[in-house]
């Protein structure tokens, strides 16, 4: 589908054609991306969808420990050299 840019105010728009919208499930508010000289337009509502869903899951399954705890816990290079009890 081709279209043209249309002024508004000192910018330019495209207007997109109820269906897309529709199709799309863009609502009020969007996400432009620019990837590949493409311009690219979805829902942002989309963006961290199911995000709640997902903690607990991993909350139920005790997967959501720290990757890194082992490290963090104990002092670190830095303490053990520099700091001056």
């Known amino acids: ?44 509502e989309t963006t961290r969808k199911d995000w709640d869903e997902a903690f607990e899951n991993m909350a139920e399954e005790d997967d959501d420990g720290l990757l890194d705890q082992k490290e963090i816990e104990g002092p670190s290079e830095w303490d053990e050299t520099e700091w001056t009890w």
Not at 6 to 20: A, M
Not at 21 to 39: F, K, P, Q
Request: proline share 5%; hydrophobic share 40%.
């Open 1 to 44: 589908m081709k279209t043209k840019l249309i002024r508004i105010g000192n910018s330019q728009g495209v207007r997109i054609p109820k269906p897309l919208i529709e199709e799309s499930g863009i609502t009020d508010e969007i996400e432009m991306i620019l990837r590949d000289n493409e311009i690219v337009l979805r829902s942002a």
